[in-house]
């Protein structure tokens, strides 16, 4: 069974910075792409940033370019992503996704998701 979990959310100030964790387990995942997405109240989920598995590609929403990054470990299966210079717009509730079919900025492409963490950034 393909267990996504994300950890690492919390209520910050504007400016501050969050590395949110998602842990997989339960298959391979080498083939997959490794997703971020958010939804903030009212708001449809939202890209993020999304990264392969195997290799180096990485993709990023232009609202957060330059300010997060995604990364993995691939021995600890763990997915990260590194938020600096939070602003009050990034409040959201943050999900892990996997998925294997591009693009990968479309949520409908994932197969798997994680049960979300909330990021609350106060002004």
């Known amino acids: 069974q393909v267990q996504l979990v994300e950890s690492g959310g919390g209520l910050v100030q504007a400016g501050a910075s969050v590395r949110l964790s998602c842990a997989a387990s339960?298959?391979?995942?080498?083939?997959?792409?490794m997703g971020w997405f958010r939804q903030a109240p009212g708001n449809e989920r939202e890209f993020v940033a999304a990264?392969?598995?195997?290799?180096?590609?990485?993709y990023y929403a232009d609202s957060v370019k330059g300010r997060f990054t995604i990364s993995r470990d691939n021995a600890k299966n763990t997915l990260y992503l590194q938020m600096n210079s939070l602003q009050p717009e990034d409040t959201a509730v943050y999900y892990c996704?996997?998925?294997?079919?591009?693009?990968?900025?479309?949520?409908?492409?994932?197969?798997?998701w994680g049960q979300g963490t909330q990021v609350t950034v106060s002004s």
């Open positions: 996704a996997a998925g294997y079919q591009l693009p990968a900025t479309q949520p409908d492409k994932y197969d798997y």
């Open positions: 990264i392969r598995w195997v290799g180096s590609s990485t």
């Open positions: 339960g298959r391979t995942f080498s083939q997959y792409f």
